[in-house]
């Protein structure tokens, strides 16, 4: 054998002292192969350091080898669907798949040429979202999607009891009337925000304080609505501030400062702004890198018959909690919790 000489099954097959279909075979774990001769050619596969055609493989088993994701393109540039992405990317390589990134952005006159679909965070009333669900491919959301139709699998949280938690703990705090910025009932995540708030308010007798942003919300219209919120009519004043969009509480944690208001400033989404805020800023950690191989595995699982359609994943996550939601010291001045 060459150096150079690639190293394909027939390499191993002629190492091995067998043939092609035996050495395949072999290493497939089909076929009528000893288990002595299945030991040898895996030995001499592993010390040439042979790696199977993925394609061809693929090829056998009617299979394009690929699976697409679609992220909503205003939201690409978010760290939180970053991390989702390479979760979905790291899961489909242990099962040798690659994978299509396909954005809102897109408008293509045919189904994409992929084994399924990964959703994450479908927005209604998305177009091409509408097409996707419409092609037959197996789809796995991550969160339900709030439109007419529903994927075969869906990947959620629990957001609304989560949310509920850090309400709690800013009253533990010394919260008497936290408020929300949330963006549109079009996605299932912020619709479950806006629900389980007023839930929350109602069940304790809050009047709920809410001003609404779009999904892709700029930092300036993140900052009006908190000014709007600071500035709200008659009766308790916003002690606490809750933003849902990501990257909203590090947009108006400048603004709480200078207003002078002790508030309280929590997130919906966790990220490294939140992590290395001045001071820094408590949040929920949804965890997306685990959220985006969970969606993955599902699909791989609904495309080998290991999960029927109709399966659900809970996706567990966590609240992390920050110098931004502690108590005022007594007689502390400026905008409260480590914010003065």
Sequence with gaps: MQADEPVTILTVAREAGVSKTTASDALRGSGRVSETTRAA????????????NGSARHLRRA???TIGLHVPEVLTRSSYYMSFVFGVVEQA???DYDVTLITSGQRRPRPPRVDGLVLGDPLEGDPVVERLMGTGLPTVSCERFPGP??????VW???????????DHLRGAGAARPALIVAGDESDWAASLHRGYLDWCAAREVAPLVRRVSFDATGDEVRAAARALLGAGPGTPMDALVCAPAGAATEVAPLLRESGAEVLLASCVDSAGTRLADPPITAIDLRPKEAGASCAELLFELLSGAAPVGTERLHPIELAVRASTA????GAAGAGAGLS
């Design 41 to 52: 050619v895996a030995q001499v596969a592993e010390r040439l350091g042979y790696v199977p």
């Design 63 to 65: 299979s394009t080898g």
């Design 93 to 95: 390589a242990r099962h």
């Design 149 to 154: 139709r529903q994927a075969d699998g869906v």
């Design 157 to 167: 949280s629990e957001h609304a009891p989560m949310l509920a938690r850090l309400l």
């Design 327 to 330: 108590k005022p010291r007594p």
